[in-house]
């Protein structure tokens, strides 16, 4: 099957991109096996290698090895999350075990880490700064990994890994069917109440692309499609109902989530006692820039009475607005946004059907390639020649001034039923200098409401920063300059790594940005200077909720990773004892609520790590001090640090380092509180 197997011959596509068309689903699972086997012999040739360790006969041939692999993985993942099916998702649930065990049989391999070990203890005088680097995450990676324990040991840390692999991808997968299997059909002109137009068309558009008839409208879980109806919709009953579901996937039936994450928590737990931490919390942090649970838990309660005080005052604002208007009920969840936006209209004359027609996603695509082109001196190039894997998927050429190649951006925005929820960036190919001057392949992945068709997809504000957000990790990943694969790009520590991304997201909210590119898709005109300056008044809007949403979400994942014994967890009750111990105000809920929480469970990523966009945020808000400072939000001294001491580092040093290289001292964590309008309820 090699010689008819895409994934296993030579690409001769244009920049080396997968030649999506000809891969088949019945193509990946012997690919995965021929590559697996490959990766194998590779390790043991490193591992019984007669000479003795050198950096160049062990690390750099650890890097050299598993190139098929990375290739057939980094094409089947990527798809699952963006474009899957019901035969890859049979798949992932055959390989994700077969590949957990092939990572166990490397990182446990004695003989290979002895070699390792033995290198770090001759202390090599001749490698230079990045090599030093690789070396040092390589022992500590083997040794976070088991390395150096009995064999039982060991043996037992594989068998918790493989089944953990499988738990997270039965996590997302039920997720998944949640969200595909629910839409709520409004029927006619009462069910649209208070529905902006962006809105009833985007929902006309989803109830088309699921061949309904002419006239109905569909509602879907997607957060592009459901947060808005919630925002809108004068409907207090269908909005409870839809809130209902949102907050339910992974809780009830064939996909109750709730005996995984019990089982995740156990293993979890057991997996640090066994590498000797006091939990899996501890162990998780101890490789982080927090270094601890405590320090991290110590960021989240300062943010969070602040917050909390914040959220109270703006319930009991929404609750008197709702008492003017005549009704007769307390705020409950459903409402929240829904009051919150008619509160935003009142106080700022401000509210999102104002704002969407100014935001195009083609011009915010615009505005993000600009902004990047300012900063760093890139050029994006539509690339409408090379096929991506699915038809709305962009390709654009990235170069640099001198129009040396930089990589291929692929954007791919809109919503469907075959991609996950949520928004998030990967690559194809990462960059590196080791066997060649080797660019990377990055993708950005979306979920906005497209637009009817002929009509131009308009964002919410939020979306378009979140664009922004997206954008800053596939500058991170585009920029790497690097020689060493394990340490390009985003492989840096999980609470630095949302800094480059939430850092980007200032340049979009900055007046300099909108006057240019937030114009009216209708008439052409800019967003009025009144306008802008509203929005910015506003920027503290709401703060109290959104930051409490967040945090609450942060505390209960630390919290669950804290505990040593979880085999009878009830995910919901412990959700619940959480919340009502930090006290969680009324009619509020988790941004993320545990049974369908995929940043922890649908693998590792975030697992006691959700606190990093917090902890990334000190780092952000005071970043973007340094441009302030120096006058111009394209000052070129700035981002020449930035570029060179993050977007462009990787992995090369440690994270505090990497940030005082830039910024020249230590983050000022006032700057969090106050970008997020919470100074004056700090306590």
Do not use: C
Request: glycine content about 6%; cysteine-free; overall charge negative.
């Amino acid at each position: 099957m090699t010689a008819e197997n895409p994934l296993l011959t030579a690409w001769t596509t244009p920049f080396g991109m997968p030649p999506f068309a000809a891969i088949r689903p019945e193509h990946y699972r012997p690919a995965f096996e021929t590559a697996i086997a490959e990766h194998q012999r590779e390790i043991a040739a490193i591992a019984d290698n007669p000479e003795p360790p050198t950096f160049a006969n062990t690390i750099e041939a650890m890097e050299r090895a598993g190139r098929l692999l990375d290739r057939v993985a980094s094409v089947f993942f990527n798809l699952t999350g963006a474009h899957t099916s019901d035969d890859l998702e049979a798949i992932e649930l055959e390989v994700a075990p077969l590949l957990s065990r092939h990572r166990s049989a490397i990182y446990l391999n004695e003989k290979l880490f002895l070699r390792i070990d033995a290198i770090v203890e001759a202390a090599p005088k001749d490698l230079d700064a990045e090599q030093a680097r690789v070396l040092e995450r390589y022992h500590t990676g083997f040794r976070r990994s088991g390395a150096g324990l009995p064999a039982e040991v060991k043996k037992r840390l594989a068998a918790i890994s493989e089944r953990l692999a499988t738990l997270g991808t039965n996590f997302g997968q039920n997720v998944l069917a949640d969200e595909k299997g629910w839409s709520l059909v409004l029927e006619g002109e009462d069910d649209l109440a208070g529905l902006p137009d962006f809105l009833v068309a985007s929902a006309a558009q989803a109830a088309r692309d699921r061949g309904l008839a002419e006239g109905k409208h569909v509602i879907t879980l997607s957060r592009s499609s459901i947060e808005p109806f919630l925002q809108f919709s004068a409907r207090r009953d269908l909005r409870e109902k839809a809130f209902l579901a949102w907050t339910a996937r992974g809780e009830a039936g064939k996909t109750d989530n709730r005996g995984i994450i019990a089982e995740t928590i156990a293993l979890r737990s057991e997996q640090a006692t066994l590498l000797g931490y006091e939990s899996f919390a501890h162990f998780r942090l101890d490789d982080s820039m927090a270094k601890t649970p405590e320090a991290a838990m110590g960021l989240l309660t300062s943010v969070w009475e602040p917050a909390r005080s914040r959220a109270i005052e703006e319930r009991d604002a929404l609750q008197a607005l709702v008492r003017e208007e005549g009704g007769n009920f307390e705020l409950a969840a459903w409402d929240w946004r829904y009051y919150s936006e008619r509160r935003r209209k009142a106080e700022f004359d401000l509210d999102e059907a104002l704002l969407k027609p100014y935001l195009q996603l083609d011009k915010v695509i615009e505005a993000a390639f600009d902004t990047a082109s300012r900063l760093f001196g890139l050029r994006f190039t539509e690339r409408t020649d090379i096929p991506a894997y699915h038809p709305d998927v962009r390709v654009f050429e990235v170069t640099d001034e001198s129009g040396a190649p930089v990589g291929l951006f692929l954007g791919d925005y809109f919503a469907r039923s075959s991609k996950r929820s949520g928004a998030w960036m990967s690559d194809y190919r990462g960059q590196e200098k080791l066997v060649a001057d080797i660019r990377p392949i990055i993708v950005n992945v979306m979920n906005f409401a497209k637009g009817a068709d002929g009509a131009p997809t308009l964002l919410s504000y939020d979306d378009a920063r979140t664009l922004f957000h997206e954008f800053g990790h596939g500058l991170h990943g585009l920029l790497s300059d690097v020689t060493y694969p394990s340490i390009a790009g985003t492989n840096v520590a999980r609470d630095f790594v949302e800094f480059p991304s939430q850092l980007y997201e200032h340049w979009f909210e900055r007046p300099e940005i909108l006057s240019r590119f937030a114009v009216h898709y209708r008439t052409g005109e800019p967003m009025p200077d009144a306008l802008i300056g509203r929005l910015k008044a506003s920027r503290s809007f709401n703060q109290g909720f959104a930051t409490v949403e967040y945090v609450a979400s942060a505390l209960v994942d630390m919290k669950l990773h804290l505990l040593k014994e979880a085999k009878s967890l009830d995910a919901t009750a412990f959700e619940k004892a959480v919340l009502d111990e930090i006290g969680m105000p009324q009619a509020m809920v988790m941004r993320h609520r545990t049974p369908h929480f995929q940043h922890v469970f649908a693998g590792d990523g975030y697992s006691s790590a959700y606190y990093s966009y917090l902890w990334s945020e000190t780092l952000d808000a005071d970043g973007f001090r340094a441009f302030e400072e120096a006058g111009d939000i394209f000052a070129p001294e700035p981002a020449r640090k930035l570029k060179d001491f993050v977007y462009a580092a990787g992995n090369r040093r440690t994270p505090d380092e990497a940030y005082r290289a830039f910024r020249g001292r230590d983050p000022d964590p006032s700057a969090l509180l106050e970008k997020r309008g919470l100074m004056d309820t700090a306590v």
